[in-house]
């Protein structure tokens, strides 16, 4: 066991784990953070997603000890912490949601995609979200939610 | 012990709704059969709910919660099956709070599947709401001295025809409580249905955008320990052995059990890691080394001859692709 500080939702946590344990793992079972979901382990489906440093990556690949120090760790609960992200009414503006456990990485891969490019074209919108999977295919209403929140700047 | 759907629509038809008076005799009476075999248990505590019947509960504030019986995979039962009681109540979807039922039997049937949902409840729950209007509205009938024809409801309160007059749920549920269930309570024509197949939004999908709405895999109970199942690669597979010693050596790993399990076609068996969190449970399980025995497989399968198999079938309706 080895003890890690890291930075999740700009507060500071203490972790005492494995080196090799992914930060997925880190977030739902030893910090209690359960909005990043687990949908396959193997870097496939984009459930896990997560921002770090502002970049979205998939958590179930991204083992404890290889988190940079000081790294900025944000998940779905940081996420419109305090008033809805525009993404998130977008989200429930288009009933986005069928089942809704892949849209916490979806949420997370847009919100990445805005910030980077605030007006995508379709394009950008199926490249950036390609490795998030939704088995219910809600991913018409994604791409026309991503759309809407785009043309919706807080 | 198990209910299953058309027991619970046997009695739905009958005697449905029964009627709980938390306030007159401090009991929650579930379906009527649920009842005998379960303990009816005295209801302790503050009253300020009253369970007209188990799917409605009105506080005397106001608040209407309706208890949704079916699991929400994605198919929208949160939304659609409280909309049934909710219709008939004459409440909108805005006004009520929706929980999900807790495993009790007093719900019947907790399970989602076979597109049954609204199928098997279409007409119960209906009529709960329905009943559960009535009484609302004899009660407010009575305390006003008139005809119940001279009263109707809307959005969880009962008016009085021609005046101003009205009364909340909330007042008149104790009242009402007290009342017979209508054993045949009249249901809305579907062409005055305002909230059944109308566009609403479902009130749960905030919780689906900020990763609040909780999966079964979020749950978590006291003490709670995870397991890792390592199956047999191929189907009637056997243990011989189980090598576990590097398994064991993981940071986290409490046990390993062999697990028998009796089937309809046959006993599987696996071995399951038990660890204090999933990640150890995994990776003990990725150390283990079991052997198998597949000998009981006296054939193969694959997928094109077992379908031309099925073809071949009595009462076999389908072509080979
Ligand atoms: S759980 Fe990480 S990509 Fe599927
Ligand atoms: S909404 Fe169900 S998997 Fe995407």
Not at chain 1, 78 to 95: N, S
Not at chain 1, 111 to 131: F, N, Q, T
Not at chain 2, 253 to 265: A, S, T
């Amino acid at each position: 066991m080895k003890k890690y500080t890291i930075k999740v939702n700009h507060k500071p946590y203490d972790v005492e784990a494995e080196p090799d344990v992914p930060l997925l793992w880190i977030l739902r079972d030893y910090l209690g953070l359960k909005g990043t979901k687990f949908g396959c382990g193997i870097a496939a489906c984009g459930a896990c997603t997560i921002h770090l440093n502002n970049n979205p990556v998939r958590s179930c690949q991204l083992r404890i000890s290889t988190i940079p120090a000081g790294a900025q760790i944000t998940t779905i609960e940081g996420i419109g912490a305090d008033a809805p992200h525009p993404v998130q009414e977008a989200w429930v503006e288009l009933q986005v949601p069928q089942c809704g456990y892949c849209q916490s990485g979806q949420i997370m891969s847009a919100v990445a995609l805005l910030a980077r490019k605030p007006m995508p074209s379709d394009k950008d919108i199926d490249a950036a979200l390609a490795g998030n999977l939704c088995r219910c295919g809600t991913y018409d209403r994604i791409r026309k939610a991503i759309h809407l929140a785009a043309g919706n700047p807080k | 012990m198990s209910l299953n759907d058309d027991n619970f629509l046997r009695t739905g038809r009958r005697d449905f709704i029964k009627r709980a008076s938390l306030a007159t005799l401090g009991l929650a009476i579930g379906i009527d059969s649920f009842s005998k075999i379960h303990n009816i248990t005295p209801h302790n505590g503050t009253v300020d709910n009253f369970e007209i019947n188990p799917f409605i509960l009105i506080g005397l504030d106001n608040t209407i919660t309706i208890v949704n019986p079916r699991n929400d995979m994605g198919q929208g039962t949160l939304h659609s099956v409280p909309a049934m009681i909710a219709e008939e109540l004459e409440v909108s979807l805005a006004q009520i709070k929706i929980i999900q039922s807790d495993g009790q039997s007093k719900y019947g049937a907790q399970t989602s599947g076979n597109s049954s949902s609204i199928r098997r409840l279409w007409l119960p729950l209906r009529k709960a709401g329905a009943a559960t209007k009535e009484m609302l509205i004899k009660a407010a009938a009575r305390q006003w001295g008139v005809l119940e024809s001279e009263c109707y409801a809307r959005e969880a309160r009962v008016f009085r025809k021609g005046s101003d007059t009205s009364l909340t749920y909330g007042e008149l549920a104790g009242a009402a409580s007290k009342l017979e269930v209508p054993a045949d309570p009249v249901l809305k024509h579907p062409a005055d249905f305002s909230i059944i197949g109308k566009d609403i939004k479902r009130a749960e999908i905030p919780a689906r955008t900020n990763g609040k709405a909780v999966y079964g895999i979020d749950i978590e109970v006291p003490g709670m320990v995870y397991a890792s199942i390592l199956h047999s690669p191929m189907i009637f597979g056997k243990i011989v052995t189980i090598e576990d010693s590097d398994t064991l050596k993981i940071p986290g790993v409490l046990r390993v059990i062999k697990c028998e399990r009796k089937m309809i076609h046959r006993d599987a068996e696996s071995v399951a890691v038990i660890a204090t969190d999933w990640w150890a449970a995994l990776k003990g399980r990725n150390a283990l080394k079991v052997q198998w025995d597949n000998s009981n497989l006296t054939e193969t399968l694959d997928t094109e001859d077992y379908f031309k198999k099925l073809c071949k079938g009595e009462g076999g309706r389908h072509q080979p692709p």
